[in-house]
Every structure is written in C-alpha cells, then in structure tokens.
C-alpha cells in the first residue's frame, strides 16, 4: 500500500521509466474470482497497475451498513499481495476523482457493469490524451452473490 504523499515521487519515477500506469478503483471485498479476472485484464492492458481502494468509511456509503466485510487494511493487503497489482491506494472521498487527477493514468479501467457517461474520471483521462476502457464481467461472480450463497443454510 502506497500513501498519496508518497505518489509524487513514484509516479514520476515511472514516467522516467516510461511505464504505462493503468488505475481502476473498487471496494474489492472478498476478493473472488470475477476481481482476480478483471485485474488481470486490466494489468494486460499497461505496465504498472495502480488500484484506489475504496476506505471503509466510503464502501458503507456505498453498499450500507454491513459492509465492508474485510477492513480496508486487510483488503489493502490482500490487493498488494497479487503479483498482478502494482500499487494500492486507499481514498476516503466518495469517489475517486481527486485521485485520478493526481495519478493521470494512460489508461481508466472500469467493469462492464459501467459505462463511458458514467464512469468517474473518464473526461480528465480522455482530456489528457488517455483512454478509457470498459472490461467485461466475469457472469455469476459478485461479491453480494458470494454474501448470498454464504447465508446458505446446509
């Protein structure tokens, strides 16, 4: 995990090496299959893979009260320790769009369950001269199906 004082320095560290930094952000709770696919894609598609991770506070606003699962400290990690992410970096705001305009990512990854009009960040990346790209979803993987199935009586 990476703190945002810190990027400054690392991001310009990879430009001089002229990596292209790809970003996408999420709550990524209880990391499964669908997450572990759509990383990968989303690595394939640069050289350094740069993750936000929604903070605890920001995924309750999101999906409600019961939710995070896992802590933002134990997400962080779990991220971190995949050979595929490169970088990950907790934000506490609502979105990630102060954090996109400090990292200006080549390119924006968002799940096939967005849009281009809705995706956050998309008009500073494409205004930058970045692209935006939409990866599809992996069918029948989802955190809350992961919720469900675990409230399965046997």
Known sequence: MIEREQLKNLLAFYRLKQKKIVFTNGCFDLLHLGHITYLEKAKALGNILMVGLNSDNSVKKLKGIARPILDQNARSQI???????????????????????QIEPDILVKGGDYQLNTIVGADFVLAKGGKVEIIPIVEGYSTTVLIEKSNIKS
């Open 79 to 101: 991220l971190a320790a995949l050979q595929i992410v490169d970088n990950v970096i907790i934000f506490e705001e609502d979105t990630p769009y102060s954090l996109i305009q």
